[in-house]
C-alpha cells in the first residue's frame, strides 16, 4: 500500500468516525437490521425509501445512512433464516437449509452465533477487498466477458451437485425444472413470451423472493402447524451457545475464509449478487466436508458459509459500482442511483485522491463504514439474542399464522404483485412435495438463480464471438474447473457407495413418488410441445432444460419400477390430515387477502387460524389489533406499501356500492 | 396426530373472535369515516395521491417521480400527500394494464409512464390498452439520444458511412435502446450488427469496456450523466430533445438524412426519446380533476424550490405539458400510411 493510499485510508476512516456518520450510520444499521428480519422486505425497499433523505443530507452522512443499511441485511436476514426457517432476504435462502434444523434441535444459540460471526468476516473480508482491490478492478473488468460469465454460471450449476449427493438423479430433475422455471418470461434475445400463459406479471419470470419463501419457508410452516409442537420443545439455550457459535467461526476459519473468497469474488462479477454466492458457498462447504451427509440436517458449516458469503459479497459488489458503475445486484444499482444523486460519477474519479479532483477517501470511508456498522449489527444482535431466540419457542398456533402473514407480505412487497402471491403458493406446493418426497430443494433455487445469466451470457457471446466464443484462456481455465469439480462430486459419491458395502443414495421411491414424477413429466411434455411456436434461440434453451428434467425423470421412473418402495418414514414431513389441514389453511389465508385486502384479510385469517388452534381470545385480540397496526400503520403509512383493497371490495366499487 | 376441524369448544372461540373482529372493524372504521367525509368536499384534500412508477425503485426515471412527488402534492388543491409507488413488470406494460383496467379515474392515481408503452401499443404487443384515452399531465424533461463507441475501436462516422459494421449492444427488442440502434441504422442506411440481451445501459458499457461490443445509441442524458470518464467514449451522431443539450461538435442526425422515408424513422426515434417520462391519469378521469393536475404540474415545474431539488439530485428538466405531448404521441402512434409497414419493421427487427 503506497503512502497516499495510507493517507486516504486513514482520511476515510476519520470520515467514518465522524459523529455525524456515526450517527446516521447507526439509524441506517437500525433501519436495516429490522427490514432485514422481516421476509421478503429487503434491503431493495428500505433504500428505496431511504433516497429522499439522500438528496438532502450532506453526502457523507447520506451515504453512513445507505451503507448502514445495506451492510446488515443480510446479516438479520439470515437470522431470520435461522430461527423461523424463512429467507429473511432472498440472499439468505441458503442459511436456512442448515440453520433452521439447529434451531429445532435447541442450537439456535450457536447456529446464531455462527451466522453472526462468520457474517462480520465476511464484512470485513469484503470492506478489506473493496479498499485494495478499487485499482485492479478497471483492468480486471476488461478481461470479463459474456463467455467468462456464461463459464462461471455453468461452474455455479456443477458446484451444486454435492447437494444432492443422496440422490443426484432427485437433484438433477430439481435442478433442471428450475433451469425451465427460469426460462419463463420475455426471452432476452428476441422478446419471445415463454410460457407466460398470456399473464404480463410473467413476463419478467419467476421472482426469487417467491420462489425462496415458497420453496423453503412454506414447507416449515406446513410441518409446524401440522405437527403443532415444533418449537415448543426447545430449551433455553443462554448466551453460552452463542459464544460456542462465534467460537466454531474461529475453528473453522477455512471454510470462512473460503465463503469470504467466493462471496466477494462473486460480487466483483457485474450482474450476480448474493443471490448466487451462498448457494456456491454453501455447496462448496458441503463438497469439502468430511461428513457431507450431515447438511440439510444442521450442519454448522451450511450456516457460517453463506452467512460469511452473502456479506462478503456487498463489498466485491461495491467495486464495479463504484470504479466501472456496473453495479453487482439490485442493492448497489440503488447505491449507484444514490451516487449519481450526489454528484459523484462512478470511474476514474473514484481512485483519485481529493487533492487531484477524486473521491478515494470516501470510497475508503465507505469500506470503513461497511466494518462498523457490521461490528455494531453484532453487537446489538448479542445484546438482544436472547430474546430473539425466544422467538423459536412461541405456541405454532400463535407463530404460524404470524409466518404466513409476513411470508404473504414479503412475498406480495417485491413487486407489489398479487401474482406473487400465487407464484408463492405454486413454490410452496412444489417446495412441500419436494419436502416430503426428500427431493432437494437447493438445485431448483439455484437453477432459477443461474438460469437467466447462464441463457444471456451463452446468446450473448455467440452473437459477440461467434463459434469460437469458447477459445479465452479464462473460459477455458474455469472449463477445466468445472470437469474436475464434476469429476470429484462423482468420485465422492461412488466412494461413498462403496465404503459401506451399499448404496447411500435414496434408491426406491416412496409410495406417491411415482406419481410427482408423473405430474412433472406430463407438465414437461407440454411445456416441450409449446416451445414448437417460440423464435428459433428463444427455444433452444427451455428445451436444453426440459430435455435433462425429462431424462432424469425417466431415469428415476425407470428406477423406481425396478427397486422396491422405500419407507415414508424417513421423510421429515407428515401428509396427514392435520398437514393438509395446515396447508389449506395457508391456501385460504391468501384466498382471503385477494378478497378482502391485505388488511382484513389477514385480521379474519390470522384470527381463524387461532381460533380454530383453540388459542385463547384475548390471545388472539392482541394479534389482531397488533395485525392491523403492522398493517395500517407500519407498512401501509409508513413504508407505503399499495396493499390492493382486495376483489370484492373492487366489485362493490364497480357496481357502485360504497 | 390432531386435526383443526371446528368443535363446540372451537365454536364457542369463534363467537368470541367475532367480537373481536367487530371492535377492530369499528376502530378501523373510524379513520376510513374521516377520508370518506373529505371526498364531498375536495377531491385531494386529506387524501394520499399516488404517483405510480412502471420501474424499481433506484433508476433513472424512478428518480424524477421522487424529486417530483412532494411539489406536485404541494400545488395541488388540498395539498395532499403524494407518495410513489413502483409497479414493475413487463418493462412498465402491467402499470399501462393496470392504469387501463384497474385505476380509479378520481385523480388519487397518476402515473409516470416511459414511451416503451407507446412503443409496445403500436407493434400491438403487451395487453389490452391505448394510451391515447389517458390523459396527459405533462412530461418534466424528454430526452434526446446519441450512438456512443468505445473510443479504442476507432470507429468514425465516416468509416460507418463506408460500410463498417459495428456491434452494437442492445436490451429487449421494444426497449428504446434497441429502437435507437434499429430506426438510425435503417433511417441513414448505416449497418450495424445488434448484440441483444444485454441486462441494461451499464451492462452494454462493461461490454464495450472489455471489447465485446463497440458502442450502443441510448439517452443522451444518460450519456452525460453517467458514462465516465468521456475521454474513453466517442459519440458520433446525435438526435431529437432539448436543443440546448446537444453535445457540441457531434452530428445530428436529422441533418445527415435525405429521404423521407429515413425522416419518418427519425421522427419516430425523436418522438420515443422525447416522450421518455411522460405523466398521465386513467382513463375517463374527469376533466376537473384532469385541469388541477395539470395546473398543479405546471406549477410545479416553475416552482423555484423544484428547480433547486431537481439540481440537487443531478436530474436533467425539460418540461413540456399536455397539448404538444398528445400531437407527438399521436403522431408516434399514427406513423403516414406509406411509411408504417417500415417503421414496424423497423422497430420489430429484433423480434427476427
Known amino acids: 500500500m503506497g503512502e497516499g493510499t495510507l493517507a486516504a485510508s486513514l482520511a476515510g476512516l476519520a470520515q467514518a468516525l465522524a459523529p455525524s456518520s456515526l450517527v446516521s450510520l447507526l439509524v441506517g444499521v437500525i433501519v436495516g437490521g429490522l427490514v432485514g428480519v422481516l421476509p421478503g422486505l429487503g434491503g431493495p425497499t428500505a433504500v428505496a425509501l431511504l433516497l ?4 438532502d443530507s450532506p453526502p457523507q452522512q447520506a451515504f453512513a445512512l445507505l451503507i448502514g443499511l445495506i451492510s446488515v441485511t443480510s446479516t438479520t436476514g439470515d437470522l431470520t433464516s435461522i430461527l423461523l426457517g424463512i429467507p429473511g432476504e432472498a440472499t439468505t435462502a441458503a442459511t436456512v437449509v442448515d440453520g433452521y434444523p439447529m434451531a429445532q434441535r435447541g442450537l439456535a444459540g450457536q447456529a446464531m452465533g455462527a451466522s453472526l460471526g462468520s457474517s462480520l468476516a465476511g464484512a470485513l473480508f469484503g470492506a478489506l477487498v ?41 437433484g438433477l430433475a430439481s435442478g433442471a425444472l428450475g433451469l425451465t422455471l427460469a426460462t419463463i418470461g420475455l426471452d432476452p434475445l428476441t422478446g419471445t ?99 457431507p451427509d450431515a447438511f440439510g440436517r444442521g450442519a454448522i458449516d451450511g450456516v457460517i458459509a453463506p452467512s460469511a458469503a452473502n456479506n462478503a459479497t456487498l ?50 470511508a465507505f469500506g470503513w463504514m461497511m466494518a462498523i456498522a457490521n461490528i455494531a449489527a453484532v453487537a446489538i444482535t448479542w445484546v438482544a439474542s436472547p430474546w430473539l431466540v425466544k422467538v423459536t419457542r412461541i405456541r405454532a398456533a400463535v407463530l404460524g399464522p404470524i409466518l404466513v402473514l409476513l411470508i404473504c407480505v414479503g412475498a406480495f412487497s417485491e413487486r407489489n404483485l398479487m ?77 461413498r457407495w462403496d465404503s459401506v458395502g451399499k448404496p447411500t443414495a435414496v434408491q426406491g421411491l416412496m409410495p406417491g413418488e411415482s406419481v410427482l414424477i408423473a405430474v412433472l413429466a406430463g407438465a414437461g411434455i407440454v411445456a416441450l410441445g409449446s416451445t414448437a411456436t417460440f423464435a428459433r434461440q428463444a427455444a433452444v434453451f427451455p428445451r436444453v432444460s426440459l430435455a435433462l428434467a425429462l431424462t432424469a425423470l425417466t ?48 385480521v379474519v385469517a390470522v384470527a381463524g387460524m387461532m381460533a380454530v388452534m383453540r388459542e385463547r381470545i384475548r390471545h388472539i385480540a392482541l394479534i389482531a389489533g397488533v395485525t392491523v397496526v403492522f398493517m395500517e400503520v407500519v407498512l401501509v403509512r409508513m413504508l407505503h406499501v399499495p396493499f390492493p383493497a382486495g376483489a370484492v371490495f373492487d366489485g362493490m366499487k364497480r357496481l357502485g356500492v360504497n | 396426530m390432531r386435526t383443526y376441524l371446528p368443535s363446540h369448544e372451537s365454536l364457542r372461540q369463534i363467537r368470541d373472535l367475532s367480537t373481536v373482529l367487530v371492535t377492530v372493524a369499528v376502530l378501523s372504521g373510524c379513520t376510513g369515516g374521516t377520508r370518506d367525509s373529505n371526498e364531498a368536499t375536495a377531491p385531494f384534500a386529506g387524501r394520499t395521491v399516488r404517483l405510480v412508477v412502471g420501474v424499481s425503485a433506484g433508476g433513472g426515471q424512478d428518480l424524477y417521480a421522487r424529486v417530483m412527488a412532494p411539489y406536485l402534492g404541494k400545488h395541488l388543491p388540498g395539498e395532499p400527500n403524494v407518495i410513489v409507488e413502483n409497479m414493475t413488470g413487463a418493462g412498465g406494460l402491467v402499470l399501462m394494464n393496470y392504469l387501463a383496467r384497474r385505476a380509479d379515474p378520481n385523480g388519487l392515481t397518476v402515473a409516470l409512464v416511459t414511451s416503451q408503452a407507446i412503443t409496445a401499443q403500436l407493434l400491438n404487443r ?19 439520444y446519441a450512438c456512443v463507441f468505445g473510443r479504442e475501436t476507432g470507429m468514425t462516422l465516416d468509416s460507418w458511412r463506408r460500410g463498417r459494421i459495428p456491434r452494437m449492444g442492445t436490451l429487449n427488442p421494444t426497449t428504446p435502446l434497441a429502437s435507437y440502434a434499429f430506426l438510425v441504422s435503417d433511417a441513414l442506411a448505416l449497418p450495424i450488427r445488434p448484440i441483444s440481451g444485454h441486462a441494461g445501459v451499464a451492462d452494454v458499457r462493461a461490454a464495450i469496456g472489455s471489447g465485446e461490443v463497440d458502442g450502443l445509441c441510448m439517452s443522451r442524458d444518460g450519456f452525460a450523466a453517467t458514462f465516465e470518464p468521456k475521454e474513453d ?41 422525447a416522450l421518455a417520462r411522460l405523466v398521465v391519469l386513467p382513463p375517463h378521469t374527469p376533466a376537473p380533476i384532469v385541469a388541477a393536475m395539470r395546473t398543479a404540474f405546471e406549477q410545479t415545474m416553475a416552482d423555484p424550490a423544484f428547480l433547486a431539488a431537481a439540481r440537487s439530485a443531478n436530474i436533467a428538466l425539460w418540461p413540456r405539458y399536455a397539448a404538444e405531448l398528445d400531437a407527438q404521441m399521436r403522431a408516434l402512434l399514427s406513423p403516414p400510411d406509406e411509411f408504417r409497414d417500415d417503421v414496424l419493421k423497423s422497430l420489430g427487427r429484433g423480434e427476427e
Open chain 1, 52 to 55: 429522499p433523505f439522500v438528496f
Open chain 2, 233 to 273: 467514449y466517442v459519440a458520433l451522431l446525435q438526435a431529437g430533445g432539448d436543443p440546448a443539450s446537444h453535445i457540441p461538435g457531434v452530428p445530428v442526425a436529422d441533418d445527415l438524412v435525405t429521404s423521407r422515408r429515413g425522416k419518418v424513422l427519425l421522427g419516430v426515434a425523436d418522438a420515443i426519446a
Open chain 2, 126 to 144: 403487451g395487453g389490452d390498452f391505448d394510451i391515447r384515452e389517458m390523459p396527459l399531465v405533462g412530461s418534466p424533461a424528454g430526452d434526446g
Open chain 1, 315 to 364: 463489498g466485491g459488489a461495491l467495486v464495479p459500482t463504484l470504479v466501472l458503475g456496473v453495479p453487482g445486484g439490485l442493492t448497489s444499482a440503488l447505491f449507484l442511483t444514490a451516487l449519481i444523486v450526489k454528484g459523484l460519477v462512478p470511474g476514474r474519479q473514484m481512485l483519485l485522491p481529493e487533492r487531484d479532483g477524486g473521491h478515494l477517501e470516501l470510497v475508503f
Open chain 1, 419 to 495: 401474482a406473487d402471491l400465487v407464484m408463492t403458493v405454486i413454490m410452496a406446493v412444489i417446495g412441500t412435495t419436494f419436502a416430503k418426497f426428500e427431493w432437494p430443494r437447493a438445485p431448483l433455487l439455484i437453477g432459477l438463480v443461474l438460469g437467466p445469466l447462464a441463457e444471456n451470457r451463452l446468446f450473448v457471446s455467440i452473437e459477440a464471438y461467434g463459434s469460437m466464443w469458447w477459445a479465452r484462456p479464462i473460459v477455458m481455465l474455469v472449463g477445466v474447473v468445472i470437469l474436475g469439480v464434476t469429476v470429484h462430486s462423482l468420485l465422492q459419491s461412488a466412494r
Open chain 1, 555 to 602: 431415469m428415476l421412473g425407470y428406477r423406481g419400477f425396478r427397486q422396491p418402495a422405500r419407507a415414508i418414514g424417513g421423510s421429515n414431513l407428515h401428509l396427514d390430515k392435520a398437514a393438509l389441514t395446515a396447508t389449506g389453511w395457508i391456501a385460504a389465508f391468501v384466498t382471503m387477502v385477494w378478497a378482502i385486502g391485505f388488511t382484513w384479510g389477514s
Open chain 1, 130 to 170: 473493496m479498499g485494495l482491490g478499487v485499482s485492479a478492478a478497471r483492468p480486471v473488468s476488461r478481461l470479463i466477458g459474456s463467455p467468462e460469465l456464461f463459464a462461471l454460471a455453468v461452474l455455479g450449476v456443477c458446484c451444486a451437485l454435492p447437494l444432492a449427493s443422496r440422490s443426484p438423479l432427485r
Open chain 1, 193 to 291: 413470451p415463454r410460457f407466460t400463459m398470456g399473464q404480463l406479471s410473467l413476463w419478467d419470470g419467476v421472482g426469487l423472493i417467491p420462489a425462496a419463501l415458497g420453496l423453503f419457508a412454506v414447507p416449515e410452516i406446513v410441518e409446524m402447524l401440522g405437527a403443532r409442537s415444533a418449537h415448543t420443545a426447545v430449551p433455553d439455550p443462554g448466551r453460552g451457545q452463542f459464544v460456542s457459535g462465534l467460537r466454531e467461526v474461529g475453528r473453522r476459519w477455512v471454510v470462512v475464509l473460503r465463503a469470504c473468497v467466493i462471496g466477494t469474488g462473486v460480487g466483483l462479477l457485474p450482474g450476480v449478487g448474493a443471490t448466487v454466492s451462498q448457494w456456491l458457498a454453501y455447496a462448496d462447504a458441503a463438497r469439502r466436508s468430511p461428513n
